[in-house]
């Protein structure tokens, strides 16, 4: 990364989903400190089934409900912010912040570093905080009370400044909008204040630029032959310069994978916006129609001419309920006539489940790919060598994978629809191998707009 002034923040990005890698955010730091000035981490941990499944969690253990993988995410940097005073911002409480702080706290022990100031941000479940008369005007009742397994608003970024403000080193969120992770730091450092648009919307598309995580640095624009980007294994995760102006400065670490060029950012730019005049977030709406993005350097773009306007009257809120199983289960049919097969064997499946009255709707059946049972033709990474022009694909050589997944009302009737697809093994067709199955639980969203005055977002220090 190359600064072209320490008069900016800069902010780095540790993951992008509770997926993500857990070394990513290494380089991240390294190359923070290298720069020398003022910077700020950001993990972007949190999806709306992945607040549900915490929500879950934390019904079966109150002391459970944050990230899981939070230590593993902190261990390899959290020494290095500490010594360089570098603050850590991350949505990885969920649905329990402060189970998480105490995660974090416990892990400073066990790495034998100083005690982290550790802040959390609550506010944001409003299965907490609302009336019955204020849950029936959201429509809470509609999959009925004992379904509900989360309601979360998403909160904005002062809380998160103001935190920072009280020289917290880690502040922890539940539901807060993905942006909003960089944006209160920004709020913070450069003392913008909650009614300043231009500002708060560029603070948020630098936010909304970071916060899928290397999808900003050629990850997911990686389309070999038309989207080439190199050393994909080593991809960098994303570092944005923030000037007091709103100018913002995309680039990467350096001698790590990827790209980052106009086009890459103008990709992310655009991701998941639904009107880019006309962006709603809980801070600011945000104007991108004017947007100038240009390449200044080798993977640098620099991005200005961001607009914003008065933040929305109302919040979105996302709830989720409980909606039934879900069954997955899967066989392989290789050889000559292998699609006929699994053909036969869906016909088989979707018979056996009306005789015993399962109750499995909708059913889906597909039938996926080739090429992964011919072990004779995997090169020496095991991966399949076979050219497009032979007999494979013509059809003297075939392999089919059979998919059956069906919604059932209940985990017994799931794991039923499972079994059947076990016992094609020995009830036919031919030939079949390689069962795998699952069962899991279905859960619903819904998008819902509540009055600010229903919600109280407030921020606590928490000790050891």
């Given at each position: 990364m190359v600064s072209s002034t320490h008069s900016s923040l800069a902010i780095g990005c540790g993951a992008g989903f509770a997926g993500d890698r857990w070394?990513?955010?290494?380089?991240?730091?390294?190359?923070l400190i290298q720069r020398g000035g003022p910077a700020a981490l950001i993990y972007e941990n949190l999806a709306e089934r992945t607040l549900a499944l915490a929500q879950q969690r934390r019904k079966a253990n109150p002391e459970a409900g944050w990230e899981p993988s939070l230590p593993e995410f902190l261990r390899p940097v959290m020494a290095d912010c500490l010594a360089a005073g570098i603050p850590i911002v991350g949505n990885f409480g969920a649905a329990n912040p402060r189970g998480a702080a105490a995660r974090i706290l416990a892990l400073a022990r066990e790495l034998q570093v100083r005690t982290p100031r550790v802040a959390v941000i609550e506010g944001d479940d409003l299965l907490a905080t609302l009336s019955a008369e204020q849950r029936q005007m959201l429509q809470f009742e509609r999959a009925g009370a004992d379904n509900w397994l989360?309601?979360?608003?998403?909160?904005?970024?002062?809380?998160?400044?103001?935190?920072?403000?009280?020289?917290?080193?880690?502040?922890?969120?539940?539901?807060?909008?993905?942006?909003?992770?960089?944006?209160?730091?920004?709020?913070?450092?450069?003392?913008?204040?909650?009614?300043?648009?231009?500002?708060?919307?560029?603070?948020?598309?630098?936010?909304?630029l970071l916060e899928c995580g290397a999808q900003l640095t050629g990850g997911y624009f990686a389309d070999p032959g038309l989207n080439d980007v190199p050393d994909l294994a080593r991809v960098g995760f994303p570092i944005v310069e923030v000037n007091a102006q709103g100018e913002i400065l995309v680039c990467k670490p350096a001698n790590t994978g990827g790209r980052v060029d106009r086009q890459v950012v103008i990709q992310q730019l655009l991701y998941e916006i639904h009107d880019p005049s006309c962006y709603l977030t809980p801070d600011v709406v945000v104007?991108?129609?004017?947007?100038?993005?240009?390449?200044?350097?080798?993977?640098?773009?620099?991005?200005?001419?961001?607009?914003?306007?008065?933040?929305?009257?109302?919040?979105?809120?996302t709830v989720c309920h409980e909606n039934g199983w879900?069954?997955?289960?899967?066989?392989s049919y290789p050889g000559i006539n292998a699609h006929a097969r699994?053909?036969?064997?869906?016909?088989?499946?979707?018979?056996?489940?009306?005789?015993?009255?399962?109750?499995?709707?909708?059913?889906?059946?597909?039938?996926?790919?080739?090429?992964?049972?011919?072990?004779?033709?995997?090169?020496?990474?095991?991966?399949?060598?076979?050219?497009?022009?032979?007999?494979?694909?013509?059809?003297?050589?075939?392999?089919?994978?059979?998919?059956?997944?069906?919604?059932c009302p209940s985990s017994e009737a799931a794991q039923r629809v499972a079994r059947e697809v076990l016992s094609l093994y020995t009830c036919g067709p031919a030939a079949g191998g390689g069962v795998r199955s699952q069962v899991t639980p279905r859960i619903a969203t819904h998008s819902v707009l509540v009055p600010r005055s229903w919600v109280s977002p407030s921020w606590e220090m928490v000790s050891a």
């Open positions: 070394d990513a955010a290494g380089p991240v730091v390294a190359s989360s309601a979360n608003v998403y909160l904005g970024a002062e809380e998160i400044a103001a935190a920072l403000a009280a020289n917290a080193d880690i502040v922890v969120t539940g539901r807060v909008a993905d942006a909003a992770l960089t944006l209160g730091p920004l709020m913070h450092h450069f003392g913008w204040s909650t009614d300043n648009w231009d500002l708060l919307a560029a603070g948020t598309v630098a936010g909304h104007d991108m129609s004017a947007v100038e993005v240009s390449s200044v350097a080798p993977d640098q773009v620099r991005v200005s001419g961001v607009r914003g306007r008065r933040r929305p009257e109302k919040l979105k809120a879900l069954a997955e289960a899967e066989v699994a053909q036969l064997a869906a016909q088989v499946v979707q018979a056996r489940i009306e005789m015993l009255g399962l109750a499995c709707e909708p059913l889906r059946i597909d039938f996926l790919g080739q090429g992964s049972t011919m072990l004779s033709d995997k090169d020496a990474n095991g991966i399949s060598a076979r050219p497009i022009d032979t007999p494979f694909a013509q059809g003297i050589w075939q392999e089919v994978r059979l998919r059956v997944a069906g919604e």
